[in-house]
Structure formats: structure tokens, C-alpha cells
């Protein structure tokens, strides 16, 4: 979903409150709770950490927004801005490499007409370059939400990204 | 009055007699096996985990889900982990009751009636000779005709000890573990063996850390266990974040209570309180497992209090990471399951002395692990027949790029790596003429040429060849692989996950990459050659951890086993690289800040 934006900011810190706590309600056993592990609950939530977030999380764990900053700062999974509704990920690991992922890499980047990894200008589609998807056996390797795909190639990429722009279009995705 | 020569109580054959815990899962689980296996109705298994995902085994399942319990119930239906055989993925794996046990390989949805209609209708004809075999178990008449599972090279090659349940039993499920006797280890040392005894098996063993650096396993712990401390902790290292590597993640999907197994047999071994599985965030099929494995560990009395019925208590958590490639370094890790950013630490002190919360700490990777259970179900002595002198037991090597069968496949220590190449993987892809190069160990390892394909797979062989062994990663390459762009890719790699602690690695790394990224596009520069040494060197001397240290592997290697291709990538007497013809690559710009 795309998130927060249209909701006003006192219900974004009631959800971002609500992820936090998640971490101690939800599990039989309540686990060690961290800095990083609140970063993680609130991404899993929202797909991207707002500012409040960082100021929650800093208060929900006793610690500084310096602290909270550096941490969500350092892990490359963290994001800063809302993605689109659906994240697509592209593997350009060594294996993948070889299996020709660069091509398949721009064939995805040109159907959703973006030459990084940003969103598709409607918003849809966030692309991200994976450093290994743990499929390499099936390389190239694409991913849609952690959803892995394998042996792609630049022709079978762009219709995964047509039928996922059709699926998103359609209404029925998430 | 017992006489003084009377043979000394075998209290494990008494406890086993007394109805312990231990022997009630065992008869139910022994029970829920029979079920299915000698019940009426087939035992459908899809394997399933990253690779079989990406192999399209999801909608194979979904295809058989409407002869299951929720449709017509006339099969049993289970996902199971990966068998290893990757190419032959989606695989279907069926056990007829009383009859044989049958593999179908490369099922689509669409094959999927006529497969079940073979085993529900009739049994005459197989519609599907060619992507079918048979167990050799028993062979019938029904299966006489298939091909025999147990001839595929690949399966003839691997000693299987820590893949023996892959792709037999639901990780989803405890008491499938436990039919194959899963947990037997941990019951007879925690009922019959001292905390000693049990580190004494695994320093015979010469099991050595399969995490990278192949220390002894044994000595490791013999650092821990002495400590008094109230609380010690022992972690299991899943970052798993070398390209090109798995089987970490392989043992969690597909047999994730051998490693509970093994990481409370770690903790009774050095009289620890805590175990972490400590797993990278977004790989969802792992996760999933191992915290339903720990759950079901606790229901039935295997974690938490007076495990089994002895007065050992150990509790067990997973904890997530952020990405980060040097969370999997082992301080890093202690500083991301602290919640922080994985950075090294400063080493004295060392772990075992002040570790994760400042307390004594042991850091395993998961095969090390996973190794213990059968150790201690056996003998350390046991254990050590299998493989070389210097590295006991078996690898498990995770097969890609241009090879006929990538899969993730456990030799035997001291099996070459053509062995491996040619009998297991099948030799070079189809449509590729020969095999010219090998990325081994990870980003941080190298590169070898044919002419080391005869190393054996051993710890000490592999790093004198030039490459590691590492987590076991074999990329292969053909014929037309460029090694400066495949250098370039790993040393991106490199670059674009440095913590940023010490200056050598971080700037070391981008220097290195410029000087690459100039050399693909025809653009090096005189002093590019000896730029790229010292500052590899520097990495060497100058960097904090191994990330920086090992930096300057990939080059040094590629510059021994291929420094024709490299001199002349170097004097621009080739095309420029990469598939655009400009010698670009498309690579993330972020930057740790
Ligand atoms: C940059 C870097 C990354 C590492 N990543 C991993 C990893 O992903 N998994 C792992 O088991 N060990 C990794 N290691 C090695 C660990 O520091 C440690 O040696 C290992 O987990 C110890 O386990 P072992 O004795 O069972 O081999 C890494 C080391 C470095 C320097
Ligand atoms: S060598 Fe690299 S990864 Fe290791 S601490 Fe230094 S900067 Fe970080
Ligand atoms: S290298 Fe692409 S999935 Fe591993």
C-alpha cells in the first residue's frame, strides 16, 4: 500500500507506535528489542521510515535520535521516502552477472522508464538492485516483494513488469 | 552386594527405558510418519524454499492443492525444503504407500493433472517418463521403467550428513525431524553426557568453522567454557551475504531443527544460557522457518526449562539484521544484534572474554552448527573418518553460473573441484564451449583458472591455490567470460558494502573500482597496475577486518591465473566490456554515509 501520505501525522505516529509495540505483543516469547530491530517493525509496516519515525523509535527504546539516525542511515534495506506500491528487486550479484542480470537490469529500467533505482513516475513500481537473492541457482533472479522469480531473460523481465503494471492497474494487488 | 566388577550403568539405555520425554515425541512422531508414508493416500512433497520459489514451485503446489486435505483429500501435500538437485527444480517428490517413492522433476501446473491422475486413477501408464525416476529403494512394476534417482551423478557423488533430511521432511514440522531420529543427540548428552564430554567430541571431531576462516570449532568453544558467567550467549551466523552462496539459508528452509539441534548442543557443551540465529531481514522463507522450528522446540519441551528432563535450561531467539555485508562479520554481528550499526570491534576484547552485551560469547556459522548433532549422535572419532586429514567431514558447495546442474550439493572433503565440475555439475552449460574460470569464497575470495581444477576441496588446498573456500560459492564461468568485468562486479561489491570504519577499505575499494571501471572501458591509465597493487596492499596491512584485509583477493587472483587478459584489458587491446559495448555496468550508487 502506499502508505502515510494522505494520512495526517498524529495517525501516522498512532501506527508507527503501533509497529513498535507489535514487537512485544504479537510473540509467544517477547524477543530482544533494539534500535534496529523497531526500524525493522515500523519498515515492515509502513515500507519506509518517516522522520517520526525516528523520533518514536528513539523514544520507544530510551535512546538518542543521533542514535536512531546512524543506525537506520547504515542499512542499505532502509528508506527514507514512500515507495511505490509494489518493490521490485533485480539481483546484479556475480552469478546473476554472468547469467546476463545487466541486461534484464535494463530491460526493467526501461520499461519502467526509470535509470536507477527510483519509482516508476505513477508511483507504482519501486526498483531496487539486490546484491543476491539466494536463488542463484535459478539465475538471473528477480523479486517482487521478497516473491522470487528465476531464469530471466530482458524479454521474459519487461512482460513480468507489463503484467505487473496490468495486475497493479487492475486493482488487485495486496 | 554388588560385586566391584559389574559393568558401569549405561544411563542412557535406562533413560530411554523410562519413558523418558524424548522417547513419548519419538512414538508420536513415529506414529505421524507411518501415517504418511504407510497410510492410503500418496505423500505429495514440492520442494520448495528461495530456489524452488524461483523456480515456480509455488503454482506446482497450487496445483496440487485441490487433491489435498482442502480439495478432494485424496493425497497428503507438503512443502518441503530443497533437495539440492536445483536444476531439476520445480520437483515433485512422491511416496506411494507400500510401493515406490517417485520423483518428478521440471513439473509445470500444467503437467500436474496428468501426474495425478497416474497415481489416483491408475497406475498403469506414466505419461511422463522422462522427467520421472524412481528411488531405488524397491523398485516395482510400475516404476521398473523409470530412470533410478540414486544413478543421477549428482546424487552418487555427495556424502550426505548435514542434507540427509533435504527435501524428505516439512521443516515445518518437528516430529518429522524427530522420525529420523532428530534430537537423539541432544537427548543422550543432556541426559547422559557431561558438558565436557560433549566438547571433547567435537574437538576430536576436527570439525573446522565453515563460516570463512576454518577455525578449529572445538578449541573455539574451549575458550567459552570455562567462563562462570551467569549469562553466555551463543550465536549462529545466517548474514549469508556473499553472493553466490546458500546453503546457509538451505539448512534453514529446508532442515531447520538440525541446527536448534546443534546450537543447544553449543550451549550445553560450554555451559551457555542463549542462543541467536541471526538472520539478514527480506529473506522471508528462512525467517519463517527457523522461528517456527524455535516455536515448536519450546511446545514440546526441547527449549526452555529442564530441556528433555535434565536440569539444562537454554533459551533461543532469532534475531534479524538490517543489510549489510559486515554484519556477518562475527563483532559486527554482536554490534547488530545489539541494535547498532555492524561495524567491527576493536579485538582485544574477544568475544569469548566480552561479547554480545558484554558477556562471554561464542559465534558459529550455521554448517558448523548443523555439523553437531550427528558428531554427538556418533563419535567425534566418526566424524573425522569422513573427509581429508586436515579437514574433517564434508562441503557443501553451492554450483552456479554456466554449469549443466547448479544446485547445492555436500562432497566429501578431498573430492576435486573438477570432480565436482564434470561428475556432479555435468560439465560446462549447454551452448557453452568450456569452463575458464571459477569465482570461489565469496566477493572477498578469488578467482582460479583451469589449471587449478585439480585442487581438492580442502580448507588448507583451496587457500594455497589462491582462492578459499569460504562459504562455499563455485560461480562458473565459460569461455566468454570477461574476468576484469567480473572482478569489476566484485569489487563493487566490495566497495558498495564497506562499513567505513578505516579509510583503507573505504577509499581502498572506490580507488580500486575507478581504476577497474577505466580499464573496462579502455581507459586505464600508466600507473593503473601499480595503483591497484599498493593500494590492495594497504587494504592488507592497514584495514580493521577481514572485508578490507581480503579486499585485494579477487584482483591479486585474477592477475595470477588470467595476467595475460588482464595485461591486455589493461593496454586496451580488447572490445570494451560489459553487454552495452561501452564498457559500462549498472551498478547502486548509494554510499554508507
Ligand atoms: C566481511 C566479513 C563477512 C563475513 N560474513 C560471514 C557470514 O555471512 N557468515 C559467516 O558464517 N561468517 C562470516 N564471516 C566470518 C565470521 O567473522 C566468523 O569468522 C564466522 O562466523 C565464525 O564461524 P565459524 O568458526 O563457524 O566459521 C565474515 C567475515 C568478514 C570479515
Ligand atoms: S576493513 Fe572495511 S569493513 Fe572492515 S571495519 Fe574497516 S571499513 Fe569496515
Ligand atoms: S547472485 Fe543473483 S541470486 Fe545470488
Redo the contacts between chains.
Sequence with gaps: MTTSQQQSRPELRERIRGALESQRTDK??V??I???????AVQDDLHYIPDEAIEETAIF?NATINDVW??A??????RFTPPGMTTVDV?????C????A??V??AV?DELGVD??ETSADGKITLR?S?????????P?IARD??????ANPDSARQYISDLQQELENGIAH | MVSRTEAPVDTYAVAMSQQTQYALLRARARQRWDDLTEGDKPWVRVGFG??G????A?AVFDALKPYGPEGTDQINLSMVGAHGL??L?PLVDIIVPRANRVFHANVTPEMVPDIMSHYIDGRDQHPLHASAYAYSGHVDDYTSHLSDWDQLPPNQLQKKILTENFGNIDPHDIFQYIAQDGYSALNKAVLSMTPDEVLEEVKTSGLRGRGGAAFPTGLKWSFLAPSNALVKYVLCNCE???????ND?GILESDPHRLIEGLILNGYATNSTHGVVFIR????IPIEATRRAI?EA?QNGILGENILGSDFSFEM?????????VAGEETAMIE???????TPRYKPPFPAQAGLFQKPTNINNVKTIAYVPSIVATSGDEFKKVGTESSSGTALV?????IKR???YEVEMGVTIRQVLDDIGGGVADGSERIKVL?TGG?LGGVMGEEAFDTEIDFDAMAQSGAILGSG?I???DET?DVVD?IR??VA?NQ??S?GKCFPCRLGNTHMLDVLDRMCKNEAKPGDMQLLETVGNNMKIGSLCGHGQLGYNPISSAITYFGEEFEKRFNGEMEKS???GDGS??????T??
Design positions: 509467544e516469547r524477543p530482544s533494539t534500535v534496529l530491530s523497531s526500524l525493522l527504546c546512524s543506525v542511515s547504515f542499512y542499505t534495506n532502509f539481483c546484479w550479484g556475480p552469478t552477472h554472468l547469467m546476463g545487466q541486461k537490469l535494463d529500467q536507477s533505482e538492485y546484491t543476491c537473492l539466494g536463488a542463484c541457482a535459478q539465475a533472479v521478497h516473491v522470487l522469480k528465476g531464469r | 528461495a530456489s520459489q524461483a523456480a515456480g509455488q536445483m536444476y527444480e549469508e551475504g556473499d553472493p553466490g552462496a546458500f539459508k531481514q527480506g529473506h522471508d516455536d519450546y531467539e532469532v534475531s534479524l539484521t538490517g543489510d549489510s555485508y547488530a544484534i545489539e541494535g547498532k550499526r555492524s553451492c554450483l552456479t553460473g554456466h547448479p544446485g547445492m569465482q566477493p560459492g560461480i562458473v564461468g567470460t567480473l562486479n566484485l561489491f558498495f558494502e562499513c560489459g553487454p552495452f555496468m549498472i551498478l547502486p550508487s548509494r554508507r554515509p
